[in-house]
């Protein structure tokens, strides 16, 4: 069956699916992007524990480097960590509803060409969409 002969409410549907899917692949980039952020933290705080608490430490802002302490880099970069946990647990419920979202377009789709694209479209049974 090509898009043309598909009845408007199974074009719908399609796209709906397809936008899930999109939203999906952007919450794994996301995630995937919080993990390399959390091993670049990981291994800074793996150095500043390596030297001394006098010893001279710098930090990036932006093209410069501004000088700190031991102790203001490691709270800086443990609250970094927690704030990319949080991300984390965020975008992790969002992929789980994003996936359930997708298994139940899915099945829509599978039912509405079963039934035949010519007829109307099944009565919606769920408030949320």
Known sequence: MSAGQMPPWLQEQLMKLQQSQQNLQSIMTQKQHLGMEKAETEKA?????????????????????????????????EEKQEMAKTRVTVL???????????????????????AGSTK??????????
Request: charged share 40%; hydrophobic share 30%.
């Open 92 to 114: 992790e419920k969002q992929e789980t509803r994003v996936k359930e979202s997708l298994k139940e377009q899915e099945s829509k789709i599978n039912e509405m060409m079963k």
């Open 120 to 129: 109307s479209p099944p009565a919606e049974n769920n408030p949320r969409k």
């Open 45 to 77: 705080l793996e150095e500043l524990e390596k030297i001394a608490d006098s010893d001279v430490v710098f930090k990036h802002a932006g093209t410069v480097l501004i000088k700190s302490t031991k102790q203001e880099l490691i709270s800086e970069l």
